[in-house]
C-alpha cells in the first residue's frame, strides 16, 4: 500500500492524499507536478526512476487506511540533478 507522503521532497508544497499533483517514483519519493517538471524531467533523482502520477486514494479509504503524516525533505537531492 502507498504511504501516501504529505510533501514534496523538492520544495516541501503540501501534497495532501487528494492532491492530482503529486508524482512519485517506484519507491514513493514524492513530488510535486511542478518539481517533477521543471527540476528533475520527470526523473526521481534519489533512484533514477520515473515519476508517475500518484494514484489519489478514495476518500471513504482514507479514514481505514489514512496516508502518511511523515514528512520527506531532501532539498539537496533535488538541487544535484537541475
Ligand atoms: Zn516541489
Ligand atoms: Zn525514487
Known amino acids: 500500500m502507498l504511504e501516501l507522503r ?3 521532497e523538492c520544495c516541501n508544497k503540501d501534497l495532501p492524499a ?3 499533483d503529486a508524482r512519485i517514483c ?3 519519493c514524492t513530488f510535486c507536478s511542478d518539481c517533477a517538471t521543471t527540476k ?5 533523482p534519489n533512484c ?5 502520477l500518484r494514484p489519489r ?3 471513504g479509504k482514507l479514514a481505514r487506511y489514512p496516508a502518511s503524516t511523515e ?5 539537496a537531492g533535488c538541487a544535484a540533478t537541475a
Open 6 to 8: 504529505p510533501n514534496c
Open 18 to 20: 487528494e492532491s492530482p
Open 26 to 28: 517506484t519507491f514513493e
Open 40 to 44: 528533475l524531467n520527470g526523473v526521481c
Open 48 to 52: 533514477g526512476g520515473e515519476l508517475v
Open 57 to 59: 486514494r478514495p476518500a
Open 71 to 75: 514528512r520527506v525533505y531532501k532539498p
